[in-house]
C-alpha cells in the first residue's frame, strides 16, 4: 500500500468537492426567477414599482443621488414638510452600496437592478445558512424558495429598506452560525467582523424593524449554543460582543444622525397604542394556510382585498410544503436531532419571532414597550419575517431527512403534519357549508363577493393541493416520498410560490402607474403654486392613491422639484407635525388649511377627494331636513358665502334646510358654479317639506347642470363660518343624493380657493390669493440676490439699514448653521426658528453682507470619525489575524501527518 501524507485541514473538508456546484444552482434558479418577476416587467415598460417604493422610497433615493452628484452629502430634502431632514430619516438608505445605482441608472432601472439583487442575497444567505446546517442542496433549494418568493420577505416588496434589512439579516445568521462553531476566540474573528458588516448594511439599509428585530432574532439564535458551551460559553460570547461593537462603530455615520433626528421627531415619544399597532392577530393565522381568503391586491377573478389590516404586513404566507416541514422541525425535535446544537438556536428565534409580531395579544408587549430605541417603533408584525426564516430553515433540514437520507418522520412529525393538514381542510369544510363563520373568525364583514365562485375554486385548489402534500410527506418512505413523489411535492412547491410572488408582485402593477409626476398639466399646476408656493393633499383615507400619481404626488414631487407641506417617510419633525398633523400620507390638520398650512407654509394648491365634502344620503337620513355641517364657530357675515362638492357633479336641484331667522328669499338668487367658473343661477327655490315633514327649501335648475360648487349672496340673519353658510344642504343627481357634510367642506370654501379641475380622482383647488415670497423681511431690509441648492443651502445678498431678521419660509431643525460675511469679518450666529412658527429666522447685521445657511445632520461629522476609524481598526485585526493563523499553521505543517492508509484501516 502506496502511503501519501496530508494534513488534518485536508481530512476535514467535504470529500465532494462538487457539493457546492449543487448549491450554487440551487441559487442561480431562485435569481432566475427573481429576474422574471422584475426585470422583464421593466424591459416591456412596465416595471414592478408601486405602493411605498412609488411614493417614497424611489423619489427619495433619486433625490438623495441628485444632492451626490452636486458634491453634497444628503442631508435635507427642501420639497418636503416644508424642509426636513433626509439622511438622518434612514429612509433615504444613502450609505447602503446599492444606492450608488440611482447615481448611474435613471429612478426604474436602479430599482430593478436593487430589488433582483437584493432578493438574490437573500435567497444565497439562505442557502448558506442551510448548507451550514447540513441540509442537502434540494433541501437548501426549497428553504429559499419558501423564504425568498413568498411570505415576509416578498410581502414587504413594497419597502426597500425592509427588504434590504431582511436580506442582510439573514447573511448575520449565516455568520452567526459559523461564529458558534468556532474553537477559539482568534479562529472566530473573521467570522465576527463579517457578522459585524452584515449588520451594519442592515442599519445602512434604513428599516428601524428590521435592525431591532432582527438583533432580537440573532441574540435568540445564540442563547442555546452558548449554554451547551458550558465554561467554554466565552468563545461565542465574546464574539457577538466584538461584532456588536465593530458594527455599531461601522455603521455609525447612519445611526448616530438618526438616533439625535429621533429624539426630535414625530416618534420621540411614541404611545403603548402606537408600539402595538400592526400586530400579526392570532385570527391572521388562517391566512398562513390561505392567503387569499381575503381577497388580493388586483388579482383577476378575486375581490380586491378586503381586511382589516394592511396584507403587506401581515402576508407571512410561505408554500404549505414549508409550512408543514418547518412545523416539523419547530416542534419535532426528533427529526432534526441529526443536527447540531445551533439548529435550536433557529428554533428557539424562530417562537421568539412569532410571540413578538403577536405585539399586544401577549403578555410580553408592555415589557418591551419599556426597551429603549425598541418601545419607539410601530408594526409587531414585521417580526414575521424572523419566523419564516426558521420555518424555512427547517423545513430544508425536515426534507434533507425524508428526501436525501431516505427516512420518514417521526410519528410526533407526521402528527404534526396531518394536524395541518387537517386544519386546512376544517377551513375549506367551514367555507362551503357557513362561509360567514369563517370571516368573522378573521373579523372582517363578508364581502359581497367573498364567497364567489372563483374563490371558491380557489379554495378547493389550495385544499387539494394542502392535502397531496401532507398525504405525501407524512407517509413512511416505503410508501410516500419516492422520487417521482418528492419531485410531484416540490413542483408544487415551486407553483405555488411562483403563484404568490407573481400576485404580489406583477397584479400590483397597473399600465397607468408612473413613477414621476409628469402629467400633462404639471406646468399649469406648478404655474399655480408659483415660485414661493407648496402644495398640500387631503385624502388621509388614501381614496385617491392611484390617481395622484397623474397628478403632483407627495414624494414624487421632487421629480419636478416642487415643493409640499407634507412628506413619506418614517420619521418628520416632531415641532412641524404637531402644528400641521401632516405626518401620516394626505392628511393634515383640515381646521387650519387657511391658517396655518396656507398663511405660514405657503401652500398655494391643494389636492383633495369629493369623500371629505359630501357623503352619500343614507336610505334613512333622506326622510329627514338634511343637517348643517359642524364648524367651530359661525358668525353674521355680510359678504357672499358658498362650498364646494369637491368634485364636478351633475345637479338636478337642492334641498336646503335653513336656520331660525333667516330670509329664505335670498336663495333665489343662488347660483351653481360650473368647472369653468361660470355661474348659474337657480330657477326656483320653493318651501317644501321632507317625507317625515321636515321644512326644507328646494332650489331647482331648469336642466341638470355640470357643478363643482354653489355661491349665495348676503342673506340677513344667515351666519358664516369662514365663507361657508349655515345651512343643511342636499345636492340631488338623477341618481343619487349626497349631503354636505364632510370635514373638509367648512374650511376649503370659495371665499379663500378656486376649483381648478379634477385629475383621476383629484379634485384641485388654488389659493384665490396665493404666497408670492419665501421671504418675510422688516423694514429697511432688501434682498438683493438669493439662490438655493439641490442641497437645500441657502445663499444671498442683503442690504439692512439697521439690524434686522428676515424670516425663510423652510422649516427650522437644530444644526442649521448661518455664515455672515461682511466688510468687517465673518459672523456665524445661532439660527432659531421665528416666534409662532418652525421656519428659520435669519439673522440679518446693518449693511451689505452675504449670508449663507446650510444644514449639517446632527452627529454626522463624529459618525463619520467613528466609522472610518472602526474600519480602520477593523482591518488591522483581520490582517493580524489571517498572519497569526498563517504562522500557526505553518508551525504545525511538520507535525499534523498521517496517511490515508491509517484512515481506510479505521
Known sequence: ??????????????????????????????????????????????????????????????????????????????????????????????????????????????????????????????????????????????????????????????????????????????????????????????????????????????????????????????????????????????????????????ASIQWLPGLAFQHLSNRSSGSYAFFTSGPFSPRNFILLLYPFIEGWYTLRHLPSFFGTYNLGEIGAYLPILVTSLGLVGLLSPADTSRY???????????????????????????????????????????????FDLALSILAGLVWTKISSNGKSLSRAGRLIVFGTGLIGIAITATFFIDTRLVYSMLATHLHISSYSNDMALYIGISCAIIVFTTLIIAMPKSIGLRRPASAAVALLALIDAGFFSYSTVIEQTAPSYRYSASGVTLGDLKALIGPAGRFGMYDPQLYSFFSQNSALSVNSNVYSKTPSVQGYSSLSLGNYDSLTASHFMGSMDVSKINSVMHDIYNMNLLETNSYYFLQKTSSSAIQSAPLAPSAPAFINSPTKTGGFFGGEFSVVRLLISTPRGMNAQCLNELSLVTPQGRQIKASSAVATTTPNGSPVQEVSF?????????????????????????????????????????????????????????????????????????????????????????????????????????????????????TITTSQGTLRPAVHSSSGSTLIAITVPKGNSTIKLSYRAPLLLLGFYVTISTAILTLVLLLFTRRFARKKRSWKTSEMKMSVYDLRRD
Open 1 to 250: 500500500m502506496v502511503e501519501r501524507e496530508v494534513s488534518r485541514k485536508t481530512i476535514a473538508q467535504p470529500l465532494d468537492k462538487r457539493s457546492w456546484t449543487r448549491y450554487f444552482w440551487a441559487w442561480i434558479g431562485i435569481s432566475a426567477a427573481v429576474v422574471a418577476l422584475f426585470v422583464v416587467p421593466t424591459s416591456l415598460g412596465h416595471p414592478a414599482i408601486f405602493s411605498d417604493n412609488l411614493n417614497q422610497n424611489v423619489p427619495l433615493h433619486f433625490l438623495a443621488a441628485q444632492i451626490e452628484k452636486s458634491g453634497h452629502i444628503p442631508t435635507w430634502n427642501q420639497y418636503s414638510w416644508s424642509g426636513n431632514p433626509l439622511l438622518a430619516g434612514f429612509n433615504v438608505q444613502t450609505f447602503f452600496p446599492l444606492s450608488a445605482l440611482f447615481l448611474f441608472l435613471s429612478p426604474i432601472w436602479a430599482y430593478t437592478i436593487f430589488v433582483v439583487l437584493i432578493y438574490s442575497f437573500g435567497a444565497g444567505g439562505v442557502i448558506a445558512a442551510s448548507k451550514e446546517l447540513g441540509a442537502s442542496p434540494s433541501g437548501a433549494a426549497i428553504a429559499a424558495l419558501g423564504f425568498t418568493l413568498t411570505g415576509q420577505f416578498m410581502s414587504q416588496v413594497v419597502h426597500l429598506d425592509m427588504i434590504a434589512g431582511i436580506a442582510s439579516i439573514v447573511w448575520c445568521v449565516v455568520f452567526l452560525l459559523k461564529i458558534l462553531s468556532s474553537e477559539s476566540v482568534r479562529s472566530g474573528i473573521p467570522w465576527a467582523i463579517l457578522l459585524s458588516i452584515a449588520f451594519a448594511l442592515c442599519v445602512f439599509a434604513g428599516a428601524p424593524e428590521a435592525m431591532l428585530d432582527g438583533a432580537i432574532f440573532i441574540a435568540l439564535a445564540a442563547i442555546p449554543s452558548i449554554v451547551k458551551r458550558g465554561r467554554d460559553f466565552r468563545v461565542p460570547l465574546s464574539l457577538l460582543a466584538l461584532a456588536g461593537v465593530i458594527a455599531l462603530g461601522l
Open 702 to 818: 331648469t336642466q341638470p347642470i355640470s357643478a363643482v360648487g354653489f355661491l349665495i349672496p348676503a342673506c340677513s340673519g344667515l351666519p358664516s363660518s369662514d365663507g361657508y353658510p349655515d345651512l343643511g344642504i342636499r345636492l340631488q343627481t338623477q341618481n343619487h343624493n349626497f349631503d354636505l357634510t364632510g370635514p373638509e367642506i367648512t374650511y376649503l370654501t370659495p371665499k379663500n380657493w378656486h376649483y381648478i379641475e379634477t385629475i383621476g380622482n383629484l379634485a384641485i383647488f388654488a389659493s384665490n390669493h396665493p404666497k408670492t415670497s419665501i421671504f418675510e423681511t422688516g423694514s429697511g431690509v432688501k434682498i438683493d440676490s438669493y439662490s438655493i441648492s439641490t442641497s437645500g443651502a441657502l445663499s444671498m445678498r442683503v442690504q439692512a439699514r439697521n439690524p434686522s431678521t428676515i424670516v425663510w419660509n423652510e422649516n427650522y431643525a437644530p444644526s442649521w448653521n448661518e
Open 340 to 386: 447540531d446544537h445551533r439548529v435550536w438556536g433557529i428554533r428557539l428565534a424562530g417562537i421568539g419571532a412569532l410571540l413578538l409580531a403577536l405585539g399586544g395579544y401577549t403578555p410580553l408587549a408592555p415589557l418591551l414597550y419599556h426597551l429603549p430605541l425598541y418601545g419607539k417603533q410601530r408594526l409587531p408584525s414585521r417580526n414575521m419575517f424572523g
